[in-house]
């Protein structure tokens, strides 16, 4: 992945009030009833109406939801229209929307699509702009990664919050429902009205590559309660709230963007594991949820992956679950849906089995013709798609982006990054970090006793839009607060070089803080604390990742887990050490003792305070 740049919001004009009210005429006539436009909802009959009215190929689009590249709908850099050129044969996202009529674009940090703020709400008014312009055009539905923590799109200036585990750590539904809140208000005043958030899975296994601490925690309760209320709050402010991954992605060592995971639950374990969060979703009407890419024997023996089983997403997830929202599947362009069926099937099994919105598939003209020929030929029926199609314009209308698709620069400035969402954002953050080892009371330094910090360690590439590395933040951070602190990044895999600078430069620190990142048994990590503790220096170590950390080095004196690299969380790390504030997180995973992974070292609730 790409980091985006920042810079100019490039050259997309701001439509007028005459060009929005002229772009929305033909949607406002389209619906109008009788010959009078009506004010009331937009009901079933008025959107059957609108489906009534779309040529097969415009309803094949509304079933897509794609990338394009650029930070402009109608002017991106050169080298964002090759890229669209070579990957969907295109140039513009204009030009996707005029050729498929896609019903919906998903934002990456890497397509340069989320610059800053202005820009993205530029480039989602020519989105829009460039739909509803069309004959018989369609709002848009705006997508995006945005689930805080390690996974984030858009960046600073936007508030970023502590991940799923942190806040499962403070473990506050009010907190859940705050974050919900406060991210749905700044994303739809950036024209973005659909998250793929909260991650539902409960993460019951600390091998997990790809979930981790992207989930709230193991104890599937928990998890429901957090789901649910952060559910609440992106709702409340206007944007879909997206559960995934159905029917749970928490148990596997295997990563379904590079493989095709098996989850070996048993019907009973499945029920009692991974169900509960997804019912707590649709109990608290969450408007879509989001398909894994998983092998789920007990729910379908096919050995086909849940986004294309007909038994999961339609017996289980519509029929048994009663759940009759929108259905998305992860990204089409995963491995772990491509491994048995070639890119073809794939969109058409998906909609067999009871998707709504096909998610990037890695070819758009091989998906899109692919649906269009299955409905031609009759494997998929036109009354098939028109359901599918009644969901996502009901979505569209409930999010009212039939009234009004477009946001502006005012609405902007006066949600994104505004000074009590920031100060919101790092209370949450206060109530999340955890201590975890504190002997003899080696925590909180004193700028007294320990004036002089070294902050060594992991410097893994920030998540999208923070200032990092985390040694610099966290080292900057102690500054603020008192204390002399100078960085020294080591590296996630230190050199024996690395390590030996680091011990010398110990020798003028009164203590050493060290940020580690997924400790394993062979890290070169370990021998780096190892190391610095050797030198007699009071070391403090951050498992700024996963709190398995600390099970790979029990011999530190003090060890807190901040769940995540990205500066809110890093910062409050540093107020707990400086005891500006008293750690108040408790672990919501257990931590295994390394030697013996049957034996728990820490359980779930483990977290000491002062």
């Known amino acids: 992945m790409h980091d985006s740049s920042t810079g100019s919001t490039g050259d997309t004009a701001r439509p007028s009030r005459r060009t929005v009210l002229a772009a929305t005429a033909g949607v406002t006539a389209a619906l109008a009833i009788g010959g009078t436009a009506q004010a009331a909802p937009l009901d079933d009959s008025k959107l059957r109406g609108l489906i009534s009215r779309m040529t097969l190929e415009e309803k094949v689009g509304q079933l897509f939801v794609m990338r394009v590249y650029g930070h402009s709908a109608t002017a991106p850099d050169q080298a964002d229209i090759d890229a669209n050129l070579k990957e969907i044969g295109v140039r513009t996202a204009a030009d996707l929307i005029a050729k498929y009529r896609v019903g919906g674009i998903i934002y990456f940090t890497w397509a340069h699509n ?8 530029d480039l ?13 055009g369609l709002p848009v539905l705006i997508s995006t990664d945005q689930e805080h923590g390690i996974v984030a799109r858009v960046g600073r200036p936007a508030t970023l919050f502590p991940g799923a585990m942190a806040v499962g750590a403070g473990g506050s539904a009010s907190d859940a429902r ?29 091998a997990n590559p790809v979930i981790g601490v992207r989930s709230f925690g193991s104890d599937p309760e928990a998890v429901a ?10 709702q409340a402010s206007g944007v879909a709230a997206t559960a995934k991954h159905f029917p749970g992605h928490g148990d596997t060592e295997t990563d379904s963007h590079y493989g095709f995971p098996v989850i070996t639950h048993t019907r009973a374990q499945w029920d009692a594991l991974d169900a509960p969060p997804f019912r707590a979703a649709i109990e608290a009407g969450i408007d879509s949820i989001m398909t894994a890419h998983i092998m789920v024997p007990a729910l379908d023996a096919s050995g086909d992956p849940a986004t294309l089983s007909r038994p999961i997403l339609t017996g289980i997830l519509r029929e048994e679950l009663g759940y009759d929202g929108v259905v998305v599947t992860d990204s089409l362009g995963m491995q772990g849906v491509r491994t048995k069926y070639g890119d073809d099937r794939v969109p058409v099994l998906a909609l067999k089995a009871g998707v709504d919105q096909l998610l990037n598939p890695p070819n758009l003209d091989v998906a899109w013709n692919a649906v269009l020929t299955a409905v031609r030929t009759g494997e998929l029926t036109e009354e098939r798609l028109d359901a ?10 409930k999010l009212g982006l039939f009234t009004n698709a477009y946001v502006s620069d005012g609405g902007v400035d006066r949600a994104v990054g505004v000074r009590q969402h920031l100060i919101a954002a790092d209370r949450i953050a206060e109530r999340t970090t955890t201590l975890l080892v504190n002997e003899g009371g080696l925590l909180p330094l004193s700028p007294s006793e320990h004036g002089r910090l070294l902050v060594v360690g992991a410097d893994p590439a920030s998540p999208s839009g923070t200032t990092g590395p985390p040694t610099g933040v966290l080292a900057a951070a102690l500054t603020g607060l008192g204390f002399t602190a100078t960085a020294l990044s080591t590296g996630t895999a230190p050199s024996s070089a690395a390590v030996a600078r680091a011990v010398a430069a110990a020798q003028d620190a009164d203590a050493v803080v060290v940020a580690t990142y997924n400790v394993t048994a062979s890290s070169a990590q370990k021998s780096l604390v190892q190391q610095l503790l050797a030198t007699g220096r009071p070391v403090v170590a951050v498992a700024v990742r996963n709190p398995y950390d600390v099970a790979h080095l029990p011999s530190v004196p003090a060890y807190l887990a901040s769940y995540s690299w990205t500066d809110v969380e890093v910062r409050a790390a540093a107020r707990v050490i400086a005891g500006r504030v008293a750690p108040r997180g408790k672990l919501p995973v257990p931590v295994q003792r390394a030697d013996n992974p049957a034996q728990v070292l820490y359980p779930v609730g483990h977290g000491l305070t002062y």
């Open 114 to 121: 989320t610059r800053d703020p202005h820009q993205i709400a």
């Open 124 to 136: 989602s008014n020519g989105i829009q702009k460039a739909s509803l312009e069309l004959p018989r």
């Open 178 to 206: 705050t974050l919900g809140r406060i991210a749905g208000r700044e994303l739809h005043a950036m024209g973005i009205r659909q998250d793929y958030a909260p991650v539902a899975d409960v993460n019951v296994n600390p």
């Open 225 to 234: 309660e957090l789901v649910a209320a952060e559910v609440t709050g992106f």
């Open 388 to 397: 599918s199609i009644l969901r996502v314009l009901r979505l569209k209308a």
